[in-house]
């Protein structure tokens, strides 16, 4: 079975750059999520999507982030303006249903702001 | 506070030996608990869940103490394949913001031969 897809893996840009991230779930997962995870930090829940309607997106920064599931498979996570304070792992994660917790996660994509 | 703390470590044990994590939690409405685990520049994976009477998987065995809101991860005969960072993972269900996925900042364990 194919796992969760992320790409790019590793991106650099500059502060006040925008950027974007992709994400395809295991097939069949309807919730998927959007982490960031700061070196030496857990992963912190940006955005929670029950197929293409969100479910929590309580520590979003709206300002900069937003994040889409059009047709509640693929997932796009866009950062605009990017901040140096954005340098982190992004981590895409599915699971089967909202109250079945055990997910699963893609590889990450390795963000830094110089 | 932070809603899900966990001792950073890193905790630096001998191959054999048996070590302990624990992890509390704020929410006392908290009401599913896990450990991950995450290896160096890696991605999060499902170790085990933890449930109210305990569980036992091999040598690690999870156990949750309501009263005083933790969980703990026994890990019994360390193997230098055991050493990476362990996540506690604790989820709370609001009903107008769906089910709250909260994860520990990790506790670095790293076995030595």
């Known amino acids: 079975e194919a796992g969760v897809a992320q790409s790019p893996r590793y991106k650099i840009i500059e502060k006040r750059q925008s950027v974007a991230f992709w994400c395809n779930p295991i097939?069949?997962?309807?919730?998927l999520y959007w982490y960031q995870q700061i070196l030496g930090q857990g992963p912190k829940l940006l955005i929670q999507f029950q197929n293409n309607g969100v479910v929590d997106d309580s520590q979003l920064p709206k300002d900069r982030f937003s994040a889409e599931r059009l047709k509640g498979v693929d997932s796009t996570l866009k950062i605009q303006p990017a901040k140096l304070e954005d340098s982190a792992v992004y981590l895409c994660?599915?699971?089967?249903?909202?109250?079945?917790?055990?997910?699963?996660f893609g590889p990450g994509t390795r963000l830094t702001v110089t | 506070r932070k809603e899900v703390e966990q001792d950073p470590g890193p905790f630096n044990v001998p191959e054999g030996a048996t070590v302990a994590f624990n992890c509390t939690y704020s929410?006392?409405?908290?009401?599913?608990f896990f450990w991950y685990r995450q290896d160096c520049r890696k991605e999060p994976k499902l170790l085990m869940s933890v449930y109210s009477s305990g569980n036992e998987d091999g040598r690690f065995t999870a156990q949750l103490n309501r009263a005083s809101q933790y969980i703990s991860l026994l890990i019994r005969d360390s193997k230098l394949s055991d050493s990476a960072t362990y996540l506690c993972?604790?989820?709370?269900?609001?009903?107008?913001?769906?089910?709250?996925?909260?994860f520990g900042g990790g506790t670095r364990l790293m076995v030595k031969p």
């Open positions: 994660a599915s699971s089967l249903g909202a109250r079945i917790y055990e997910q699963y």
């Open positions: 929410n006392s409405a908290s009401q599913s």
């Open positions: 097939s069949g997962h309807a919730t």
């Open positions: 993972v604790v989820t709370f269900d609001s009903y107008n913001a769906g089910n709250m996925l909260t």
